[in-house]
């Protein structure tokens, strides 16, 4: 197995459990700003202490960075934390599985951010594709029992939330792709260390001034939330390293198209954990977009 498969699916699992506690945490004790909050604040020292020890034990000198390198890593930092904050919310919206799959349409969004930010288009199979999610979301967004407007039923909050945090998501993916590319060293997984050092630095510090000024008992909801928010910071931080690691080797739509993953693992997290079930047309918006990606994958 190569090693961005193999990183790729470790890192869609731990996204799971991570997007499983903040569904938690952002129920019982956090706001949606403190659950995305908690995930860079628990991680960040972890990934310090690491990088520390790496470079101090293995001798290896720390790269110099270019200028494009700090552009890709703060628009891949910054979009994801917006995206994280749509996702938290979602979670208020709709059941846990449906949240995700919204999410995923990252994957299907990534095709025309490549095209914008890496110059990369799609063949006529590509763009079939993507018609097809659209039925998906189409389908997952349709809140019948809302009202018989067409505006209410298919223009409502989860499917702004939901489209909006794949568009973000997307735009993160392909810039960390452009970040790690920016830096020279001798492994894929150093690579992946350095850059997700500094997006995490970057995320941390933003979202730490924003609860500061909006939001300041967070902090202190935060910190007693800790036993649980703690986790969320370890498992952030491992997906985030098998993420940025298959960046470093493969690109960004592979490497998210392989994370559809997530969907199974997303549904059996919401049986099985949250005790929700999917109605039959959430199960065809699933399917649908389920095999929308499938075609990506092998026409891309």
Known sequence: MELWIFASLIAATLQTVRFMLQKV???T???TAGATFSRFCYSAPFLWLA??????????????????????ASLGGISQILATV????????????VGITFKKTEVIQA??????????GVSLEGFGAILIGLL????????????????HRFLNRATGLGLMSGFL??????????????????????TAMVTLLWVVTLQMVSMGIWICLREPGQLAAVWKARKTAVWIGLTSMGGSFGWFTAFSLQNAAYVKALGQVELLLSMAAGYFFFREKLTVRE??????????????????
């Open 136 to 151: 998906g979301v189409l389908l997952l967004s349709d809140q019948s029992g809302v009202s018989d407007a067409a505006t």
């Open 111 to 120: 095709v025309l951010v490549g095209i914008i930010l890496l110059g990369e």
């Open 283 to 300: 199960f065809a918006g699933v399917g649908f977009l389920a095999l929308s990606i499938v075609v990506l994958v092998l026409v891309t």
């Open 25 to 27: 945490l952002s129920r």
């Open 51 to 72: 990088v520390v020890l790496y470079f101090v034990n293995s001798g290896t000198a720390f790269p110099a960075l270019s200028f494009w390198f700090w552009i890709y």
């Open 29 to 31: 004790q956090l706001s």
């Open 86 to 97: 749509c996702v938290v919310a979602l979670f208020k919206s709709r059941n846990f599985a």
């Open 169 to 190: 998501f997307a735009i993160s993916a392909v810039s960390y792709r452009g970040a790690t590319l920016e830096v020279a060293m001798p492994s894929a997984m150093t």
